[in-house]
């Protein structure tokens, strides 16, 4: 299964499911935003991504922003997604919430909503209210559409969705052999065709695959953690890996944040996808009240036997760029060592290249493994 492929040609394939099924297609930005009441409605939901093309048009609209809103905006704005049919924006990075106005400002007869979730999730009402603007967004949905979202429809999203996050878990956790079946690059590429693809076609295409890697040899490489701005492509990965290295975990957004916890189902619906949403692993405009995203970060490292981590930040990413102290010391205090560098539209590939051949390098001399040390030595 060739998953970039499959990236590649996510506009003909949402285009070919609109023909096929006679539906809608609903944008959406953020990992938060609760895909389940979308697929209960009927419709395919896709994440909008981001390319690496410098652009004339966005200055116009969002000035010194991080690169993939930038980008978004240009995408949109060339026509190059207008199969879709509307915007749903989740509270989170207001950067992000800029290309949304930037979308729908520029095409008003798109269906559009603004979801309201917490920023404190662990607070004491923050379920109920999300519970509520759950149901907003499910009437939105039902009068746009026309349609009722039924109990059975919601067990029915669900369901499938609860058994692709499992499936992406399972194959997740194939990454902590220590020669692991799968590449970073590959995993990654899987993830993004994830979140632009039907969920039930998925898991087809999923559960074909795990049984495709039973059958693989692995590879023992240098094994890293990618940590920091989420991601729309994986070239770091191919990079590191043309190293010798190989990304055997990540915490991004878009990477096991994106399904690592599940929804429990329960009579009342959508507290259940209010809890799923409020409980996962949090970003760090979200995580502001008791910080657990390093001690995530640390864990990760110990459970994936990580011989060091690289943390990638977008340039004018402020949610990253204030939570990095934190995850700075946390993984100085537990020395695990690692290479901090910032991306933007385009990255210089040599300079790139040599910095991180260089930590690679310093991590292979095994002086500085305290993760999965007893591994490296045989113990
Ligand atoms: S979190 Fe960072 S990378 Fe993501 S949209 Fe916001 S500023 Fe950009």
Not at 363 to 373: K, N, Y
Request: aromatic fraction near 12%; charged fraction near 30%; glycine fraction near 6%.
């Amino acid at each position: 299964m060739d998953f970039k492929e499959l990236v590649a040609g996510r506009h003909e394939y949402a285009k070919a499911w609109k023909a096929r099924k006679g539906g809608k297609v609903i944008g959406w930005f953020e990992t938060y935003f609760p895909e389940e009441l979308a697929y209960a409605a009927g419709l395919l939901p896709v994440r909008i991504l981001a390319e690496h093309e410098p652009d004339i048009i966005s200055d116009k609209w969002i000035y010194a922003a991080c690169y993939p809103v930038k980008d978004m905006a240009n995408q949109l704005l060339l026509g190059r997604m207008d199969y879709i049919d509307g915007f749903v924006n989740t509270e989170g990075c207001q950067w992000m919430f800029n290309v949304y106005e930037v979308a729908t400002n520029n095409a008003p007869q798109l269906f559009k909503h603004y979801l309201f979730l917490p920023d404190y999730t662990e607070s004491k009402s923050s379920k109920d209210v999300l519970r509520s603007e759950l149901d907003v967004l499910k009437t939105r949905f039902e009068e746009w559409l026309g349609v009722t979202i039924t109990d059975e429809a919601l067990d029915n999203a669900i369901e499938v969705y609860n058994k692709n996050r499992t499936l992406l878990r399972t194959i997740c956790e194939l990454r902590r052999a220590d020669k692991p079946v799968i590449l970073g690059s590959e995993f990654m590429n899987l993830l993004l065709a994830d979140q632009v693809m039907d969920k039930a076609e998925m898991n087809v295409i999923l559960e074909q695959f795990l049984a495709e890697l039973q059958a693989r040899e692995g590879r023992d490489m240098v094994r890293l953690m990618l940590i920091g701005s989420e991601t729309w492509d994986s070239k770091l990965e191919e990079l590191i890996e043309s190293l010798g290295g190989n990304v055997v975990i990540d915490e991004l957004e878009n990477g096991t944040n994106y399904f690592w916890n599940n929804i429990y189902p329960q009579e009342d619906r959508l507290m259940a996808i209010s809890l799923r949403y409020l409980g996962r692993n949090n970003h760090p405009v979200k995580d502001s009240n008791w910080r657990r995203r390093p001690q995530r970060i640390f864990e990760l490292a110990e459970d994936y036997f990580v011989d060091g981590a690289i943390i990638a930040k977008q340039i004018y990413c402020h949610p990253h760029g204030t939570d990095n102290y934190e995850v700075w010391k946390i993984l100085r205090e537990r020395n695990i060592q690692y290479h901090y560098f910032e991306r933007d539209m385009t990255v210089p590939k040599e300079e790139t290249q040599l910095h991180l051949e260089a930590f690679m390098n310093m991590l292979r001399a095994g002086i500085t493994r305290l993760v999965g040390w007893h591994n490296k030595i045989e113990i």
